[in-house]
């Protein structure tokens, strides 16, 4: 057999199992339907982790180090070493802070003007307000920043809530555990629907099927459009997933424009990538084409032409 009469052969019965399933349009769309909330729901979730860690890296204060000079350090120092910050690659943004802006900062905000003007001398130092990139801003690589500008000269302390990075880190991880757990859960409800759907079509074709193999057919050539049939089922329910999930993130992005406006971010809801759409098309057509195979590989063989 040529290759182009194999590809005919293959085509047409794609196009059959197609035009099979489509006469059946209800039962068709209840099993898509199935398979693509069993898609959408760990797509949700997956979407909702990825702009929470996008809404974490919007989140600048909470990770900033805050470096306090040595009060021998001049201002050319200072400068100096906030220059040296900026050529690192784990640094995004380094802010100074003079020693005279930070006394007139807390001179307006403590209510202490009288007992600070009784000072000698001005008791605060100069700061550096260091912001990590965002693949620096995790528990292990604040560390590092922390200990790396300590051990700088002229600094005296760096001071850095790690607790507040390490429980979000700790969340973020947790989060990312349910997203892959609940999609291999759900993974493993598309094999048993589509696998049920193929079983049950094959029931219903049982005698078609013995008069193929009374005619020389093997197995494999009457599995095939059951396997077609799994791979439009997981098709169709991995389209049905995309629009799902792209609708629900369109009526929450306004809600969530609005909310991070409230706390002074500018953080927009992401959508699906392309990417991301693609790798569910071909996860949703691998487990669906898997659970087909697997329900007619069993059925198929135990039918026996009388």
């Given amino acids: 057999m040529n290759v182009r009469a194999y590809f005919a052969r293959h085509a047409q019965t794609l196009v059959g199992s197609l035009g099979r399933i489509v006469k059946q349009p209800f039962a068709t769309l209840m099993t898509m339907g199935v398979v693509a909330v069993a898609l959408a729901l760990p797509l949700s979730l997956n979407l909702l982790l990825t702009n929470v860690r996008s809404a974490a890296g919007n989140w600048n204060d909470a990770f900033d180090l805050s470096v306090y000079m040595d009060k021998n350090a001049n201002a050319a120092?200072?400068?100096?070493?906030?220059?040296?910050?900026?050529?690192?690659?784990?640094?995004?943004?380094?802010?100074?802070?003079?020693?005279?802006?930070?006394?007139?900062?807390?001179?307006?905000?403590?209510?202490?003007?009288?007992?600070?003007?009784?000072?000698?001398?001005?008791?605060?130092?100069?700061?550096?307000?260091?912001?990590p990139t965002l693949a620096a801003s995790t528990p292990q690589g604040t560390d590092a920043l922390k200990g790396a500008i300590a051990a700088m000269a002229d600094v005296k302390t760096v001071q850095l809530d790690t607790e507040w990075v390490k429980r979000l880190h700790a969340i973020l991880d947790i989060l990312r555990r349910v997203v892959l757990l609940t999609g291999g859960l759900l993974g493993a409800g598309v094999v048993l629907i589509v696998g049920n759907t193929i079983r049950l079509d094959i029931l219903n074709r049982r005698a078609e099927i013995e008069v193929m193999k009374l005619v020389g057919a093997s197995d494999g050539f009457a599995r095939r459009p059951f396997l077609y049939s799994g791979i439009w089922y997981g098709l169709g329910g991995g389209l049905m997933a995309l629009i799902l999930v792209a609708v629900a993130a369109a009526l929450l992005e306004k809600p969530a424009l609005s909310l991070?406006?409230?706390?002074?971010?500018?953080?927009?809801?992401?959508?699906?990538?392309?990417?991301t759409g693609a790798l569910v098309l071909g996860v949703a057509v691998g487990l669906a084409w898997f659970g087909s195979w697997l329900a007619a590989t069993r059925h198929i063989r135990a039918i026996e032409p009388t």
């Fill in 77 to 131: 120092r200072v400068a100096s070493l906030a220059k040296q910050l900026r050529q690192r690659g784990d640094v995004a943004v380094v802010r100074v802070i003079s020693a005279d802006e930070a006394l007139a900062e807390f001179r307006d905000n403590s209510g202490f003007g009288q007992a600070l003007d009784a000072l000698p001398d001005n008791p605060l130092p100069d700061t550096l307000v260091v912001t």
């Fill in 260 to 275: 991070a406006k409230l706390y002074g971010s500018s953080f927009h809801l992401q959508g699906l990538r392309f990417t």
